[in-house]
């Protein structure tokens, strides 16, 4: 996708995957990082989630490395934040512990604020 172009956004108040009816998304925003506009999404873990074979969590996101998959336990939160860029797609994972997870936010939207996608042919 070349930079500057958006990825379209529908606004929800509040949502949920069928497949995934223990996972709750609110507010799906736009999110600019390093001049490219993706979305951002706060998903929580609702209570009784199906539990991951490993008995850790949630699978969130199932990634082509399962020890990278964003896991949830039951009342915790993360923020994803997705790119398009021309060589695929990229996904940022915000979390922290529960307890400090709101105030880690202002943190991780400086990190992301200073993220340079590097052409790797130039």
């Known amino acids: 996708m070349p930079r500057g ?3 379209p956004v529908r606004r929800a108040e509040r949502s949920h995957n069928p497949r995934a009816p ?3 998304s609110v ?3 736009p999110r600019v990082v390093d001049g490219i506009t993706g ?3 706060d998903v929580t873990a609702r209570e009784r989630p199906e539990r991951c074979p490993d008995g850790a969590g ?9 020890e ?3 896991r949830l336990r039951p009342g915790e939160e993360v923020r994803l934040v997705v790119v398009d860029l ?9 979390s922290a512990p529960a307890d ?3 105030d880690f936010l202002a943190e991780a939207d400086a990190v992301l604020d200073s993220v340079d996608f590097v052409d790797a042919d130039g």
């Not at 949630?58 to 399962?66: M, S, T």
């Not at 021309?86 to 915000?94: K, N, R, S």
């Open 5 to 7: 172009q958006s990825v």
């Open 22 to 24: 223990h996972l709750e």
């Open 27 to 29: 507010n799906p925003l």
């Open 39 to 41: 979305i951002q999404i």
């Open 58 to 66: 949630v699978y969130l996101i199932p990634l082509a490395n399962p």
């Open 68 to 70: 990278y998959s964003v």
């Open 86 to 94: 021309p060589g695929g797609t990229v996904t940022f994972d915000v």
């Open 100 to 102: 400090s997870y709101q």
